[in-house]
């Protein structure tokens, strides 16, 4: 079992940057692929960014690549999301989320969420 609390997220001007954090605890951490994903209402929830367990590869959603960057330190337990030029349409409550193996872009590939942090960008 991994239990993940997420932080870092609050209302910013558009333009601005956020740094999200994941906290992880439980079994070992670089066991894990980990992922963010993001959620708007009650849209669907949709991928933001992966990592695999050693940072070898990451992966973006379109909407984000180029503006947002993930990383991991596995020593901390810890994996984090860097947002960059944020726009009003990142707006949405972001989740941090972990799979035994590797990555994947879909959710119900993943075993393990966290409850989610909000993430509001003004314009």
């Known amino acids: 079992q991994v239990q993940l609390v997420e932080s870092g997220g609050r209302l910013v001007q558009a333009g601005g940057s956020l740094r999200l954090s994941c906290a992880a605890s439980?079994?070992?951490?670089?066991?894990?692929?980990m992922a963010w994903f993001r959620q708007v209402s009650e849209k669907e929830r949709e991928f933001v960014a992966y990592?695999?367990?050693?940072?070898?590869?990451?992966a973006y959603a379109d909407p984000v690549k180029g503006r947002f960057t993930i990383s991991r330190d596995n020593a901390e337990n810890m994996v984090s999301l860097q947002m960059n030029s944020l726009k009003p349409e990142d707006t949405a409550l972001y989740y941090c989320?972990?799979?035994?193996?590797?990555?994947?872009?879909?959710?119900?590939?993943?075993?393990?969420w966290g409850q989610g942090t909000q993430v509001t960008v003004s314009s």
């Open positions: 439980g079994r070992t951490f670089s066991n894990y692929a």
């Open positions: 989320a972990g799979r035994n193996g590797i990555p994947s872009r879909l959710t119900n590939q993943y075993n393990y």
């Open positions: 990592i695999t367990r050693g940072s070898e590869i990451t």
